[in-house]
């Protein structure tokens, strides 16, 4: 297995799916968080200038996505067939609108047109959520028929992973936030006790983003 070192700051932000990918693989890796310093001191050596990035064997890796998706593949949880691939992709990808959109708001000020920025950035978040939640919801529904309660077929895949990561700040602003979406709920629930996860979340450092 190659050496993998994940640099990010000290929040879930970007890095937490590629930190649940790891774990719930069992795969090793160095979880580097940085601070601000630190980061202004290498952001220029760092393709795109951006974190999170992955460094495999010392080649360094950017784009999130990029790097969940290909950690997905090597650890045989981004679908079995060509179908629960191209389900588990249409999943994450309705997440990573929503996720997106949360990143956009600015930060709080007493300026108005600052806090009217921030308000349609909420109404297109709730929006992007609503559409979320319908398609997931369904799709688990359905799936629960043939699978156990997982999104894609019957094993944990990347996609419960994300669903079980970008639902995390909702839920801290309001506990009620999945209460229609039963599927989601147990799915979400179902990653959580899945052993490694549970271990990693009981020390989990609490950030709130
Ligand atoms: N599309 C990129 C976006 C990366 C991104 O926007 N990273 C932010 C943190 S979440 C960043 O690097 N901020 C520090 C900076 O721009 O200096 C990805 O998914 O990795």
Redesign the pocket.
């Known amino acids: 297995m190659p050496k993998y070192k994940l640099t990010?700051?000290d929040i879930r932000?970007?890095a937490e799916p590629t930190r649940l990918l790891f774990i719930v693989a069992g795969v090793q890796f160095e979880d580097e968080r940085i601070g601000q310093e630190q980061?202004?001191a290498i952001?220029h050596k760092v393709p795109?200038?951006?974190?999170?990035?992955l460094s495999v064997d010392g080649v360094v890796v950017?784009?999130?996505?990029?790097?969940n998706r290909h950690l997905a593949r090597i650890f045989g949880l981004d679908g079995e067939s060509l179908s629960q691939k191209l389900k588990v992709d249409e999943i994450v990808e309705y997440l990573v609108a929503m996720k997106?959109k949360m990143?956009e708001l600015p930060m709080m000020s007493d300026d108005p047109r600052t806090q009217a920025r921030a308000e349609e950035i909420l109404k297109s978040f709730k929006d992007l959520m609503m559409k979320a939640c319908t398609f997931i919801e369904a799709q688990i529904q359905r799936n629960m028929k043939e699978g156990n309660g997982f999104a894609v077929g019957n094993r944990l895949t990347f996609a419960d992973i994300m669903i079980f990561e970008a639902f995390e700040n909702s839920l801290a602003t309001n506990i009620n936030a999945l209460d229609k979406c039963v599927g989601i709920v147990k799915c979400r629930s179902k990653v959580a006790n899945m052993p490694r996860i549970k271990d990693y979340l009981s020390i989990r450092k609490y950030t709130s983003f």
Do not use: E
Request: glycine share 10%; proline share 5%; net charge positive.
């Open positions: 990010y700051f932000g970007r980061w202004k952001k795109g200038n951006s974190l999170p990035f950017s784009q999130s996505m990029t790097i997106n990143v």
